[in-house]
């Protein structure tokens, strides 16, 4: 289906070049070059691709992939807040004992940096029977998700900027040090 008034073919050629194609390779699939050279298609692709309608979509297309990522920084320290926030007593049924991993919401989860299973048995070779699971969380690191978020609030500075003029005179420097040389 066309979009913004481009040909079907257009449409193609423009998302063909969307994909990372060369304009060559989207002209050649998009249209039938059957026949044509090299030079002509090139051409034929370069005219194309300064189509405003053709480089409207392929702008359109970048445009609504860059919204459907963006990564804002209201995202980015949200999640810094969940991870420097959270509360390590989330991981336990009441009875103290480690919660499945099903079971853990969706902040909880985000806090662990790993978890590691392992089954544990009793007795050894064909004796050997299943007891349960060892599950040992691993947790993001706290201090630096607060120091992240710290740094980003400004509570910390790891240099001091200056600002204004200075005026340096370096003929008269130059002079001065010259006399200081001259008189040693």
Sequence with gaps: MAREGLTIK???????LFKGMTQREAYKDAYNAEGMSDKCIDEEACILAANPKVSQRIEKLTNDLQ????VTIENVVSEYAK???FDPRKL???????????ELDDETAAALAGLD?????EGTGEDRRFIGYTKKYKLTDK??????MAKYLGMFTDKSEVTGNVTVNFEQSLLDMIKRKEDK
């Design 92 to 102: 336990f049924n009441e009875d103290g004992r480690p919660k499945d991993i099903t």
């Design 83 to 85: 991870l420097g926030f």
């Design 117 to 121: 299973v392992q089954e544990v048995y």
């Design 67 to 70: 919204l459907r990522n963006m």
């Design 10 to 16: 257009q449409e193609k050629y423009a998302q063909n």
């Design 143 to 148: 201090k630096a998700a607060l120091d992240s």
